[in-house]
């Protein structure tokens, strides 16, 4: 099926955001690259995925919900890979036992200046986690039929180290408040299942 891409994407972006992604030049700034995995597996007989909870840093990102994910490496074949190594290296699923779906839309991340490249895998087990201690405070599963929900899409007041009280949209999901890039490309990931319940 055609991605719904970045249409789908804005959906979730602060309006702050939007601006500054019109703003954002690629040429000028010379993005640094990075992959994220959505990584569907069964529990309870139901579909999940996994988010992280980041530890507290310095960085742009700090505590904040995620899919495992970070930065291309060199030894990196493609970017697939990186997502692939990154979820391993962050939640402890083997790289084989990660069955690749497809890629969706790169998206463009200006505070941290970042091109992040989203990728679908599932697995066909029931998945056991181990967080890396460095990085990754908990390990959130989440039910799939709550992304699909609408009620769970709704808006947070946030403030953090680039911008101040916004209202922003975000997914609430585990009780957990999930905006940003990464109800961004959740928000992609859904239209895409909703297109094949529905086709």
């Known amino acids: 099926m055609p991605l719904p891409g970045q249409k789908a994407q804005l959906e979730m972006a602060a309006v702050d955001r939007l601006e500054e992604l019109q703003r ?43 899919f ?8 990196d074949a493609d970017f697939s ?9 962050e939640v402890g699923i083997a790289m084989e036992d990660q069955h690749l779906i497809r890629a969706a839309t790169p998206i463009y991340i200006p505070p941290s200046n970042y091109m992040v490249r989203p990728y679908l895998a599932f697995a066909k087990a029931k998945l056991s986690f181990t967080p890396q201690p460095s990085e990754v405070k908990s390990i959130i599963e989440v039910p799939l039929v709550e992304l699909l929900d609408s009620k769970n899409i709704t808006s947070h007041n946030l403030s953090t180290s680039y911008m101040e009280n916004v209202d922003v949209p975000c ?8 905006w940003g890039a990464t109800a961004m490309m959740l928000y992609e990931f859904r239209e895409m299942f909703l297109q094949t319940r529905n086709s």
């Open 24 to 66: 954002a030049t690629m040429a000028a700034k010379t993005p640094k690259e990075a992959a994220t995995m959505m990584l569907l597996y069964p529990k309870n007989d139901a579909p999940y995925f996994v988010l992280i909870e980041r530890m507290l840093s310095k960085g742009k990102h700090s505590g904040q919900i995620a």
């Open 68 to 75: 495992p994910g970070g930065k291309a490496e060199k030894e």
């Open 81 to 89: 890979i990186t997502a692939l190594r990154e979820t391993w290296e």
């Open 171 to 178: 997914f609430l999901l585990q009780n957990q408040i999930v």
